[in-house]
């Protein structure tokens, strides 16, 4: 079964919770890195997309709740929560 690339997933997410471009770029900046870092294998791909754009609307400014998130993008709060808490550490961004 082919594995689906989370960064596919940041435009669908981000036209149902009307996210512009620019954070897009950020959420696919922060999932580059984090693909570099080997940390993404294995994870729900829609998971990681969240929790990239959730961090992305932090660092710029923009108000957005996990559950909007969550339910633009199929997942659970608890998921998009968790691959937050993932991606800030691997990344060590300081929320």
Same mark, same amino acid.
């Given at each position: /079964?082919?594995?689906?690339?989370?960064? %596919?997933? +940041?435009?669908? *997410?981000?036209?149902?919770?009307?996210?512009?471009? @620019?954070?897009?770029?950020?959420?696919?900046?922060?999932?580059?890195q984090a693909?570099?870092?080997?940390?993404?294998?294995?994870?729900?791909? /829609?998971?990681?997309?969240?929790?990239? %754009?959730? +961090?992305?609307? *932090?660092?710029?400014?923009?108000?957005?709740?996990? @559950?909007?998130?969550?339910?633009?993008?199929?997942?659970?709060?608890?998921?998009?929560?968790?691959?937050?808490?993932?991606?800030?550490?691997?990344?060590?961004?300081?929320?």
């Open positions: /079964m082919p594995v689906i690339d989370p960064i %596919l997933c +940041i435009p669908k *997410i981000a036209l149902r919770i009307q996210i512009n471009e @620019k954070l897009q770029q950020s959420a696919i900046h922060l999932l580059h693909d570099e870092q080997k940390v993404i294998a294995g994870k729900d791909p /829609m998971g990681l997309a969240s929790a990239a %754009l959730y +961090i992305s609307c *932090i660092l710029d400014g923009v108000r957005k709740t996990q @559950k909007e998130i969550a339910v633009a993008s199929g997942v659970t709060e608890v998921t998009v929560r968790n691959r937050y808490e993932g991606l800030r550490k691997v990344l060590r961004l300081d929320i």
